[in-house]
């Protein structure tokens, strides 16, 4: 099937366009580990591969790859291959994985926080701790979904450099400077990208409704907007009946509003 | 233990929760296995609330097991890479002792740091090369990490995660044989065997959901799952339900009401009381009562 030829569902509401927005940054990938942290980025890897990215591997998000569809919520799977903790730390750390998490804050650079915010010391908020993002920024693509694009989140600077930007991998070997890399960040309001020559945030398409404006306010720092600045793609008639077989008890319009 | 000197069979290994944290004194390093709220060693977790040992050097993926131990005052470092509920995101005890700073120190690793840093004290190295944590805020906050430059051509600069080493150590598996040798039949043995393997022999404890003759070993699981071995293990717990109420599949799965009723107490003095007055003031049977009457 090719988007470019479908005909777009004159039906899509925003969480649909997002959901397209979180499949797209999967594509081109092949045969990696395509791994979704919640719903929406769950369902983009899984709308990825049941679509345009089909030698994709998704998880069940316990021990096991899924052969086929697997709806969010659903258990009822096929298994294709065992993947417990340690094969997820040599995969990732083997490079054959792309990562779509959320983030607490992320700056310009793509530092992102999902530890604490406040002092390290004596946090405001202890929230996750720093997890396995400084592995996994290191080690292979990372891309985020935010789903509040608010200046709290789009921060001057993060409180706990969980995740690393490319001013710190900058500082880094070069093969760090060879293998970092933050495809897409995926917001409620936007798709943006670090496609600059600075590596820093470029907002690369509007979702339907939003206004260049509603970005650049919701951020605390300043973004670069691309050239070919475009819309959001609306799902394809046949994206669309796979966002509803992967989706089933509409799971994503209660993350996202309309 | 067998005293009977002329025994030709291995050493029965077989205590109580109680016996096991008797061995262990106030101060020690104590790794503890499992993953988040999953197949944590909960009954040995709640035998040393019942014990007086404290200022513990605690070092997990942590999961309530920490949660339990910070509550009651036992943890004086924390070595970690998270601390979750998993269905539940943040630990709300962990969070309270964070935000308080009542814990004294706190070491927070990249999750796959900690995995070498165990792997490197299992294999008696001082220290395994890694990129994960380098450039990254596990830099900022633990200042005697060291790098390391690769001796060949590429010359990278590499951090060096320096080795774990434990006093002792607590896990859960499924099965277990008098001696030790153990199983796990659920989907990941997570990092159960490095645990183990990098703890000083003496205090390795391990608790199952039942102890079986050896030679049911396979009754239940391929050969696969034998991925622990008696020269690993110094003690074995027989403790059904003892991972309750994290999850410890295919036995069961986490108790979700149980855990909700844990976190909501853990928000609020009065009822974190309650709780404790509930069911961890008794013996691990009389936890298990208390969970039966609910």
Known sequence: MSAETSTSAPSSRRADVVAVACAEAFRGNGEIFGSGMGTMPMLGARLAKATFEPNLMVSDGVAFFVDGDLPIGSTDKTVEGWIPFRQVFDTLWGGRRHVMMGASQIDRFGNTNIANIGPHNQPKAQLLGVRGGPGNTINHAVSFWIPKHSTRVFAESVDM?????????????????????????????????????????RVRSLHP??????????????LAVADDLSESRAPTDDEMVAIERLDPNELRYREVAD | MSADSTSTAPTDKVM???????????????????????????????????????????????????????AAGRVRKLVYGFVTLDSIPLEPHFRAARQGATIPEVVEYDEGMLQWGLYAGSVRLPFLPTRAGLGSGVMDTNPDLKLVQSPYDDAEELLAVPAIRLDACFVHMNRSDARGNAQFLGPDIYFDDLWLNATEPGHRYLSCERV??????????????????????????????????TSCEPDYDRDESFQTEYATAARDPEQWQTFVDRYLSGSEADYQEAVRER
């Open chain 2, 16 to 70: 109580s929760p109680d016996e096991a944290v008797a061995n262990l004194r106030s101060g020690m390093t104590i790794g503890i296995g499992g993953w988040g709220s999953r197949r944590k060693p909960m009954s040995l977790v709640r035998a040393v609330l019942r014990s007086d040992i404290t200022d513990l050097t605690v070092v997990t993926y942590g999961g309530p097991d920490v949660g339990l131990l910070c």
């Open chain 1, 209 to 222: 409704g939003v206004s260049i404006d509603d970005v650049h306010q919701a951020t605390s720092f300043e």
């Open chain 1, 161 to 201: 450099a969980s995740g690393i930007g490319y001013d710190r991998a900058a500082k880094l070997s070069g093969w760090v400077k060879a293998n970092h890399h933050l495809p897409r960040v995926v917001t409620n309001l936007a798709v943006l990208d670090f496609e600059t020559p600075t590596n820093t945030m």
């Open chain 2, 212 to 245: 079986v003759p050896t030679s049911a070993l396979l009754d239940e699981g391929t050969f696969h799952t034998l991925r622990i071995n008696r020269s690993m293990v110094d003690g074995v717990i027989e403790s059904p339900n003892g991972a309750h109420f």
